[in-house]
């Protein structure tokens, strides 16, 4: 699959290459294509249908030159029945294509289930990994897929179905446990494999199809470590729709991404599901990956009771990680006025994209009444975390009012772009900050805090006319990177529009349309997370939206 240089593939590195000078991803080093095929002429799927054969004549790639990490390449069925045909089958079809033409494109099929085989049959075309130290790490692939009305096939009153068209899995261990021992310590027996990540749907009773992605640990015995639902971004039936898919591979650092249509569903450096650490890999035995199903399709015995299922595939590219200059304005707009929310936050855990920290020191977190409504204890503090991460150039807008509860700290707080530093997701040591304790945010004097970003203070510290703000950067605490006395003031009762522009290294802090600061030279890391921060004080937020900033300008609008 690597190349065999033509004119059109010259041509094609050259504009990776101005790609790469012109823009990278936030946060990720640009990505270098490393296969791309549309199924085109000398294209085809070999008689046996284990292998894709040939030169993509329209991109100059070889289905049979392998790049990079990958050490094989082929379709897999679990059939063992010699008739394969009459359960699966994959070839390549003339048909109407994701641009409303015609086009070459895979099609593979699914027809029913071997009983011979043990697992359930599947048809899938999968990328196998070279041995460490040239396995698998990372990588981007981004594709068209045509699904069928997939409500044809389940009865809506049926209590649940599922459907997965990605995987990547670890090889299978030495460590698994025998049926006995799983029975007598109730947990599930294992899989197949050592720990796995899919992409898939999800149906319930009464609902649509959403999407679901999930890590789980199949040996020693099987435990789905963390899930993820989204059913916000729609999922296309009958109509072809863009799928952009990324994984890294790793202990503490690892990510997932996956997008339809350039509608985010999940990233993980962005929104942290319940239980998810940053591990994308087996937590005691880590092994490197086996292989990455991009284009699968494995569901439950149910389907074929309708008829076969199909698949279409048009386009597919392979890039090392995010091409050049990929999703900037992915996370962006966004918007939140809390109307038709009801959700108390006390728990600590991810409810309506928010997580809460100070519970334990008495302090409250609620969404009710279209607002985020944050109570902190006598003498206590409370955060209220974004659950999505933020990155690059970024405009904050929010409204906060303090209410009146006979005290006048008045404290109005922004965490900025808050990032643990080894990588570890903010929200998996969320726990550690429960008390609300300010020193386990900003660390103090402690050099070696784990955690950095931005912290821009707004305060009456006890004269409502007389307010204080303060610019920092942690770590370590201090010093003061910029402050202002006196301005404005910090009342009660008062709904203050509250606007933060970050462009580069320069930080603007506006209130009620009045600049407070504009400071050149601010350090911060380059994505995190915002979080509301008061101590002593009983406040309610709203009216927030993130954008990217108009170029920075003397104006203070």
């Known amino acids: 699959m690597e190349i065999r240089l033509t004119a059109y593939r010259i041509m094609l590195c050259l504009a990776a290459w101005i790609s790469v000078l012109s823009a990278t991803t936030a946060g990720e080093p640009p990505g270098r294509l490393l296969f791309q095929s549309g199924f085109e002429s000398d294209t085809s799927v070999d008689a046996e249908m284990k292998r894709l054969l040939g030169m993509d004549r329209a991109t100059g790639y070889d289905w049979q030159v392998y790049p990079d990490w990958i050490a094989?390449?082929?379709?897999?069925?679990?059939?063992?029945?010699?008739?394969?045909?009459?359960?699966?089958?994959?070839?390549?079809?003339?048909?109407?294509?994701?641009?409303?033409?015609?086009?070459?494109?895979?099609?593979?099929?699914?027809?029913?289930?071997?009983?011979?085989?043990?697992?359930?049959?599947?048809?899938?075309?999968?990328?196998?990994?070279?041995?460490?130290p040239h396995d698998f790490r990372e990588g981007f692939v981004r594709f068209w897929l045509k699904l069928e009305d997939l409500r044809a096939f389940i009865p809506e009153d049926q209590e649940h179905s599922w459907y997965m068209i990605m995987e990547w899995k670890e090889p299978p261990s030495n460590d698994r446990w025998s049926l006995e021992k799983c029975r007598k310590?109730?947990?599930?027996?294992?899989?197949?494999?050592?720990?796995?990540?899919?992409?898939?749907?999800?149906?319930?009773?009464?609902?649509?199809?959403c999407w679901r992605i999930m890590g789980q640990q199949a040996h020693p015995f099987r435990k789905t470590e963390w899930t993820y639902e989204n059913r916000t971004v729609p999922v296309p039936l009958e109509q072809w729709f863009l799928v952009e898919a990324y994984l890294r591979k790793d202990r503490s650092r690892g990510r997932v991404y996956f997008a339809?249509?350039?509608?985010?569903?999940?990233?993980?450096?962005?929104?942290?599901?319940?239980?998810?650490?940053?591990?994308?890999?087996?937590?005691?035995?880590?092994?490197?990956?086996?292989?990455?199903?991009?284009?699968?399709?494995?569901?439950?015995?149910?389907?074929?009771?309708?008829?076969?299922?199909?698949?279409?595939?048009?386009?597919?590219?392979?890039?090392?990680?995010?091409?050049?200059?990929?999703?900037?304005?992915?996370?962006?707009?966004?918007?939140?006025?809390?109307?038709g929310i009801e959700a108390d936050l006390c728990d600590g855990d991810l409810h309506a994209g928010f997580w809460f920290e100070?519970?334990?020191?008495?302090?409250?977190?609620?969404?009710?009444?279209?607002?985020?409504?944050?109570?902190?204890?006598?003498?206590?503090?409370?955060t209220v975390w974004l659950g999505r991460k933020l990155s690059g150039d970024i405009q904050i807008d929010v409204d906060v009012r303090v209410l009146d509860d006979g005290r006048d700290a008045h404290n109005m707080n922004l965490l900025l772009f808050f990032r643990d530093r080894s990588g570890r997701p903010l929200y998996a040591s969320r726990a550690d900050r429960f008390g609300g304790d300010y020193r386990l945010i900003h660390g103090g004097t402690n050099a070696q805090h784990p955690l950095t970003g931005i912290i821009v203070t707004f305060l009456a510290n006890g004269d409502p006319e007389n307010p204080r703000v303060r610019l920092r950067h942690v770590p370590p605490f201090d010093p003061i990177v910029h402050e202002v006395n006196g301005f404005y003031h910090a009342r009660h009762e008062h709904t203050y529009h509250v606007r933060v522009?970050?462009?580069?290294?320069?930080?603007?802090?506006?209130?009620?349309?009045?600049?407070?600061?504009?400071?050149?030279?601010?350090?911060?890391?380059?994505?995190?997370?915002?979080?509301f921060r008061t101590w002593d004080t009983h406040l309610w937020w709203d009216n927030l939206r993130i954008t990217r900033p108009a170029p920075l300008d003397e104006s203070t609008s």
Not at 185 to 201: C, D
């Open 501 to 531: 522009r970050r462009r580069g290294n320069r930080l603007q802090y506006l209130l009620d349309g009045r600049l407070v600061f504009d400071v050149a030279d601010v350090t911060a890391p380059e994505s995190g997370h915002l979080g």
């Open 72 to 132: 094989d390449a082929r379709f897999v069925y679990l059939v063992r029945d010699p008739r394969l045909r009459d359960f699966v089958e994959s070839r390549i079809i003339t048909a109407d294509g994701p641009h409303g033409t015609p086009s070459r494109v895979l099609e593979m099929r699914s027809s029913k289930d071997d009983p011979r085989q043990s697992s359930t049959t599947r048809n899938e075309f999968s990328w196998f990994s070279h041995a460490a």
């Open 260 to 339: 339809v249509n350039g509608k985010v569903v999940l990233d993980t450096d962005v929104t942290c599901p319940d239980h998810f650490t940053g591990r994308t890999e087996h937590a005691t035995n880590p092994l490197p990956l086996k292989f990455w199903s991009p284009l699968k399709m494995y569901h439950g015995k149910d389907y074929w009771q309708v008829r076969p299922t199909i698949q279409w595939y048009d386009d597919l590219e392979l890039w090392s990680s995010f091409p050049p200059g990929y999703g900037q304005d992915r996370h962006v707009p966004l918007e939140d006025d809390f109307e």
């Open 358 to 382: 100070g519970a334990e020191g008495g302090s409250t977190a609620t969404i009710a009444d279209g607002r985020l409504d944050v109570k902190a204890g006598p003498r206590k503090g409370a």
């Open 185 to 209: 310590l109730g947990v599930q027996p294992p899989g197949s494999n050592n720990y796995r990540i899919n992409i898939g749907l999800e149906k319930r009773a009464g609902s649509g199809f």
